[in-house]
């Protein structure tokens, strides 16, 4: 089955600073991307996501590239603000699981003030 | 749409108890998931329904957890008898099933503590 690892698990950034996440999958098969964030006391929310026929994809502060033949994909935020500060996950599905998700075991930022 | 909704919010048990979590997926949805949350290992699958059938329970832990979908706009996942090692956040979430990649929307999660 896939597997899915995401690094690093910590990360602390200064305001303003970017902030960068990778996942790495192993099943070549994985056709869907998406990215969740999750703060404390709440379920994970969809941020972003990519499917495989994309190289990246933008959504203001925040975007996703993915590199199919290495088979790893990225979490790119700039301009960091305090609220930016959650755990965030990526996720890889494919066509065969029937829409089940593998997650990554998640990265936890911390925006400085 | 009120997004997925799960009740309770947060359940405090005793072990040996049986514990009932609830879950309504966002209407038009027809896949439906049961996830376990905890520090040590993270998101974990436990069972996931198609239009109302369970389609794979492997990562139910034990045979006293199960899980139930008696409609397209209700599912149950009950522990019993409960244990301390069951303490974790439950989250339910949806999709369309539009295809075999589309988003998963989560509920809030019920914080289930067994004493």
């Known amino acids: 089955g896939e597997n899915v690892e995401q690094h690093p698990s910590t990360l602390s950034v200064q305001e303003g600073d970017s902030a960068v996440i990778k996942c790495t999958y192993s099943d070549s098969a994985s056709n869907y991307f998406p990215w969740y964030k999750q703060e404390l006391g709440k379920g994970p929310q969809l941020i972003i996501d990519i499917r495989s026929n994309v190289g990246e994809k933008k959504d203001q502060r925040i975007a996703v590239t993915l590199n199919k033949t290495a088979k790893h994909f990225s979490l790119h935020i700039t301009e960091t603000q305090p609220e930016d500060s959650a755990v965030y996950f990526c996720?890889?599905?494919?066509?065969?699981?029937?829409?089940?998700?593998?997650f990554g075991t998640g990265t936890s930022l911390t925006v400085i003030p | 749409d009120a997004g997925v909704i799960q009740s309770p919010r947060h359940e405090v048990t005793e072990m040996g108890q049986e514990v009932t979590l609830r879950c309504k997926p966002i209407?038009?949805?027809?896949?439906l998931f049961w996830y376990r949350q905890t520090m040590m290992r993270g998101l974990e699958l436990l069972i996931y329904?198609?239009?109302?059938?369970?389609?794979?329970d492997s990562g139910m832990p034990e045979d006293r957890f199960s899980a139930k979908m008696p409609n397209a706009s209700f599912s149950t996942l009950k522990i019993q008898p409960s244990e301390p090692r069951d303490s974790a956040v439950y989250f339910c979430?949806?999709?369309?099933?539009?295809?075999?990649?589309?988003?998963?929307?989560f509920g809030p999660g019920t914080r289930l503590t067994v004493l």
């Open positions: 996720a890889a599905s494919y066509t065969n699981t029937g829409n089940q998700f593998y």
């Open positions: 979430a949806s999709s369309t099933g539009q295809g075999s990649t589309d988003t998963q929307y």
């Open positions: 329904f198609n239009n109302n059938v369970p389609i794979d």
């Open positions: 209407s038009g949805h027809d896949y």
